[in-house]
């Protein structure tokens, strides 16, 4: 296997080239999620009717690049994120094995849990004030509205007004709905890649490739999206709020299924399973090309002595 280091490096890179493709869809998620918030079904319009109609009606107004507003922040945090989920993943397993089992090679559902949702909330405690910006970003239109509107020219101006209207606090504002989301999408999604690979291989005979990449990614895609989107709203809502519309998780939670219903947690949901689904299968099954890469390359520069730790 890669380096720590490697490893970071190239699950950063395997999480750009999937958001690449993903981040038209968690536009127009974000959007589904701030769509009447705080107001009743009644009450509140209905700019966005779904994926397709979102992805239609933003085209028409802010053209493709409408899409792909806030694609600069997405990519350093990607990078942060997923560095630190498929980085960090592999060490913290095997060292909490050993230090339980005493044998690195076994395999507990309970380790890989907390390993996933440990390596998850690393990433996303570091990476948040990149997605905070990035949901401002992605929320703001001049034409369909929706949530509080920030008008931030790019990210840079995004980091500089936050910074000096709320100093650093205000950077980090929302950072512990990230850790909560993050920890419970973490705490999934390469336990049931691995586990649904190690099942492929088993029953139906499949052997390493392309094909089983393909196949343990959607089916750990599809727990994650089940798993994350209640917190993953309630954090695009901490995100974008100014001042003190919530005070915490807690409150934005108990908020918006008063106001909106218990469904509206679910709001997007079929936004987030069309960004998702796509974002993960490409992301770990990249993360296996890059992997090969970097240890290729480790090859070529490490000492011997240190290979052979690795």
């Not at 929302?174 to 099942?199: C, D, E, H, I, N």
């Not at 299968?281 to 992997?291: C, F, G, M, V, Y």
């Amino acid at each position: 296997m890669s380096t720590t280091i490697g490893a970071f490096i190239a699950g950063g890179i395997a999480a750009c080239g999937a958001v690449t493709v993903t981040h038209p869809f968690e536009t127009i998620k974000i959007r589904l999620q701030l769509q009447g918030e705080l107001q009743s079904k009644v009450d509140a319009p209905r700019l966005y009717k779904g994926v397709f109609h979102g992805v239609k009606v933003i085209v028409q107004n802010e053209g493709p690049r409408g899409l792909f507003r806030g694609i600069g922040a997405a990519y350093i945090y990607q990078m942060i994120l997923n560095g630190c989920r498929l980085g960090f993943y592999e060490s913290l397993r095997k060292g909490t094995t050993t230090a339980i089992f005493g044998d690195p090679s076994v395999q507990s559902l309970g380790v890989n849990i907390f390993s996933g949702a440990a390596s998850g909330i690393l990433g996303a405690a570091a990476g948040s004030p990149f997605f905070l910006v990035k949901t401002r970003l992605q929320s703001f239109s001049p034409f369909l509205p929706v949530g509080t509107q920030h008008g931030y020219k790019n990210a840079v101006d995004g980091f500089r007004k936050i910074y000096t209207n709320e100093g650093v606090r205000g950077l980090y504002r929302g950072v512990g709905a990230a850790m909560v989301r993050t920890g419970f999408g973490s705490s999934v999604q390469l336990p049931t890649y691995f586990f649904a690979k190690r099942r492929l291989v088993k029953h139906l005979g499949m052997e390493e490739g392309p094909a089983l990449h393909l196949a343990s990614s959607t089916a750990s895609g599809f727990v994650v999206c089940c798993v994350m989107h209640p917190p993953d709203t309630i954090m695009s809502r901490m995100y974008n709020q100014t001042g003190n519309l919530y005070t915490g998780v807690f409150d934005c939670l108990y908020k918006t299924v008063k106001t909106e219903g218990v469904l509206a947690i679910y709001k997007g949901f079929f936004a987030h399973l069309a960004r998702i689904l796509p974002h993960t299968i490409l992301t770990l099954s990249l993360a296996e090309q890059t992997n090969k890469w970097m240890r290729k390359f480790e090859d070529r520069i490490l000492p011997i002595a240190v290979k052979d730790k690795v």
